[in-house]
T-cell receptor, first 110, second 115 residues
Framework: GENVEQHPSTLSVQEGDSAVIKCTYSDSASNYFPWYKQELGKGPQLIIDIRSNVGEKKDQRIAVTLNKTAKHFSLHITETQPEDSAVYFCAAPRPGQFYFGTGTSLTVIP | EPEVTQTPSHQVTQMGQEVILRCVPISNHLYFYWYRQILGQKVEFLVSFYNNEISEKSEIFDDQFSVERPDGSNFTLKIRSTKLEDSAMYFC?????????????FGEGSWLTVV
């Protein structure tokens, strides 16, 4: 069954501030952790991912950190912009299964 | 850039009717998935498909649902005897390799409304 918990469910930040979304997983065998962004009426789009052999990965304003010991990983968005407003989903795939977290609705207030 | 395409984008059907949702995965991908998203809720896994057979399915994917890869390019989801609660966005996804350690790419979805 599902093995990923995500929080917060909603997050509002002022434009220019940072946003952090956290996911925890249960299967210690998980070794790949993607983050998806879903804009209204569209399919989820991969924005960043991390594999278990690294602790942090950054791509411009987006970063993901992984703590394998604690079984959690986080998405960090810096200098947020209105176009960052969307629903963000994490995932911790297991063989044959690709379950998502419950999603975080991020609103960036101009 | 290769993408997953889905048709129809929106379908309205009478309760009790059968619906077929179609997907064209990315051409060199081998793993295919269907997901469901009820309005305002999370993306729920339905089924994964590899080597012409179901790899995994969730408890949602009961006898009402079936999947097929009829011609080597299309991947379809059939919903028999639709119910009101089947109204949702259905997403197809594909991946080049197994999900463990590899990502999957989503289509734009098919919005199903059962009336």
């Amino acid at each position: 069954g599902e093995n990923v918990e995500q929080h917060p469910s909603t997050l509002s930040v002022q434009e220019g501030d940072s946003a952090v979304i956290k996911c925890t997983y249960s299967d210690s065998a998980s070794n790949y952790f993607p983050w998806y962004k879903q804009e209204l009426g569209k399919g989820p789009q991969l924005i960043i991912d991390i594999r278990s052999n690294v602790g942090e990965k950054k791509d411009q304003r987006i970063a993901v950190t992984l703590n394998k010991t604690a079984k959690h990983f986080s998405l960090h968005i810096t200098e947020t912009q209105p176009e960052d407003s969307a629903v963000y989903f994490c995932a911790a795939p297991r063989p044959g299964q690709f379950y998502f977290g419950t999603g975080t609705s991020l609103t960036v207030i101009p | 850039e290769p993408e997953v395409t889905q048709t129809p984008s929106h379908q309205v059907t009478q309760m009790g009717q059968e619906v077929i949702l179609r997907c064209v995965p990315i051409s060199n991908h081998l793993y295919f998935y269907w997901y469901r998203q009820i309005l305002g809720q999370k993306v729920e896994f339905l089924v994964s498909f590899y080597n012409n057979e179901i790899s995994e399915k969730s408890e949602i994917f009961d006898d009402q649902f079936s999947v097929e890869r009829p011609d080597g390019s299309n991947f379809t989801l059939k919903i028999r005897s639709t119910k009101l609660e089947d109204s949702a966005m259905y997403f197809c996804a594909s991946g080049g390799r197994g999900v463990s350690g590899n990502t999957i790419y989503f289509g734009e979805g098919s919005w199903l409304t059962v009336v």
